[in-house]
């Protein structure tokens, strides 16, 4: 039984998670009162209940029955213990058939003590009883996880980039033309490997500039710049000209240690809100109003001695400083997670609403999306990097790929030229969902001036070649090729080009 003894602060992919909530007592938990200490009673409220301060207690051994109903093929005992528990043991009994579960103390929540993975997918009836006298005062119960393969089979969807955020980055891997330094000679792109240094100047302040996107925006610098001496500072700019500027500069402190800095400014037509990154997320520090041209990083003058150079590690530019997510259903939940699997953010769609925006701790952030549903069951899952400004969707993410690069859904995709009048393209189609997509149909309409619509030729091995191609399956994470046949009439002008409209359908 692997998971036992592992932390769960959410269920795995495909379990259903039935937390020890007042608002599970009765509709899915018997046994439990929602006033009163007696027998088993509810503790905390309900919005507290994924955080851990919302469970299930008793302090009675042996305790009166808890129980619960569920169809599936397995489930999961998840409990936490931060002193010595009032019993030593859970008696368990499913379906009649019982097991001693032990219980240990000093316990994190949301760790699993019992599972069973190897039930019947059927309806099952689970009683627990706190049972074994111990030295502690509560015995406590935090979830319920059940896996039901029913559900498991239902088709499940993922989140697609519909739009990119993304309007520049640069890592200062070289020197971009776009920037306008000045003076040229306080720069230098070789001292350190990755960053572009501005080194101070006696006479006049130091300037990194780029012209100002004509759209509302976001601008994060990442930068590293500790400045040891009063006098010493440097920041973002936001510039009109050189009476008309706005300033946010870091300077010297006696109680900050931090070297390594982040600003962020957002651009709202011509007001200015800028963030500083003291942890995980920005917090905001002030605004301004500048019709500004050009937006950038400033080293003020001065050359005292102790005075230190501003490393400019990545500059990122997007439209936003967040991630839209689209085609969802109110009340579903929204987790945003970094790549260890932390949760950062919980987010609900609200009554009446179609999709959310969350915040990015970043505005170039690699991390984790998790959609569930009102049931809490996880429907779509993608990790990326995301960028301020992008636009997920809810739905399929087929995806159809030539030479491993996805054709471009905006504009034509080349595919290439004839020979003898005749071209064949292999193609594959990827499955980025986190289930499988079966039932698909594939056929692909091309488009010539002078003959109109016709249907090109496909095939899935690239010698038997119809109209229509149809596949069983294509499981999660995998990929199946096809072969696209064009031809083209010689009574018609060679060069004259030939448009293409796939048509996919999928369950």
């Known amino acids: ?113 019992y599972e069973d993975l190897n039930l019947q997918n059927k309806e099952h009836t689970v009683t627990i009883r706190a049972s074994g006298s111990n030295t502690g005062r509560f015995t406590f119960l935090y979830a319920i996880d059940y896996l039901d393969l029913e559900l498991e089979k239902k088709s499940k969807v993922s989140l697609y980039e519909k739009e990119s955020g993304k309007i520049f980055v640069d890592n200062f891997d070289s020197v971009n033309p776009k920037w306008l330094m000045s003076p040229s000679n306080a720069f230098n792109n070789a001292v350190k490997k990755g960053f572009l240094r501005m080194n101070h100047s006696a006479d006049k302040d130091v300037m990194l500039l780029i012209d100002k996107p004509q759209s509302n925006f976001a601008i994060q610098v990442i930068a590293d710049y500790a400045p040891t001496k009063d006098g010493d500072e440097g920041g973002l700019l936001i510039y009109q000209n050189e ?3 706005v300033e946010f500069l870091e300077s010297y402190s006696a ?12 651009c709202k037509e011509d007001q200015w809100d800028v963030y500083t990154k003291t942890d ?12 500004a041209k050009r937006i950038g990083v400033v080293l003020k003058r001065g050359t005292a001695e102790g005075f230190v150079p501003l490393d400019i590690n990545k500059i990122i530019m997007t439209t936003s400083n967040m991630l839209r997510l689209r085609q969802l259903y109110e009340n579903y939940k929204v987790v945003l997670k970094d790549t260890a699997d932390n949760i950062l953010s ?44 992008d636009m997920y969707c809810m739905g399929s993410s087929l995806q159809i790929k030539m030479n491993s690069e996805e054709l471009n859904t905006t504009d034509p995709t080349n595919l290439g030229y004839m020979v003898n009048n005749e071209r064949i393209v292999k193609m ?17 309409q091309q488009y010539m001036e002078k003959v109109g619509y016709t249907w090109a030729l496909i095939s899935l091995d690239g010698t038997s070649y119809s109209n229509e191609i149809q596949i069983d399956s294509v499981t999660a994470q995998s990929t199946r090729d096809f072969w696209v046949k064009v031809v083209k009439d010689t009574n018609f002008l060679a060069f004259e080009p030939i448009y293409f409209n796939i048509h996919l359908k999928h369950n």
């Open 1 to 113: 039984m692997k998971s036992i003894g592992k932390i769960l602060s959410n269920p795995e992919s495909g379990w259903i998670r039935k937390s020890c909530q007042p608002a599970n007592v009765e509709t899915f938990f018997k046994g439990v009162n929602l006033n009163g200490s007696k027998g088993w009673f509810a503790v905390g409220s309900d919005e507290y209940a994924e955080t851990g301060n919302a469970w299930y207690a008793t302090s009675e051994v042996p305790s009166p029955v808890l129980s619960f109903t569920f169809f599936g093929s397995g489930f999961r005992i998840i409990t936490g213990h931060d002193e010595v528990p009032k019993s030593a043991y859970l008696l368990v009994t499913v379906d009649g058939s019982s097991r001693t579960v032990n219980l240990s103390a000093y316990t994190s929540k949301f760790t699993v003590v």
């Open 280 to 291: 995980t997320f920005f917090d905001y520090a002030d605004n301004n109003l500048l019709a």
């Open 428 to 444: 594959t189609i990827v499955n980025d969902n986190i289930g499988a997509a079966t039932n698909i149909k594939l056929s692909i």
């Open 346 to 389: 919980t987010n609900i769609v609200a009554a009446a609403h179609t999709g959310i925006d969350i915040l990015l701790p970043s505005l170039e952030f690699e991390g984790i999306i998790e959609i569930y549903d009102e049931e809490n069951e996880l429907i779509a899952k993608k990790q990326a990097t995301f960028y301020g400004g």
């Open 243 to 245: 009476k008309n500027k």
């Open 255 to 266: 109680n900050s240690s931090r070297s390594n800095k982040e600003w962020m400014a957002l």
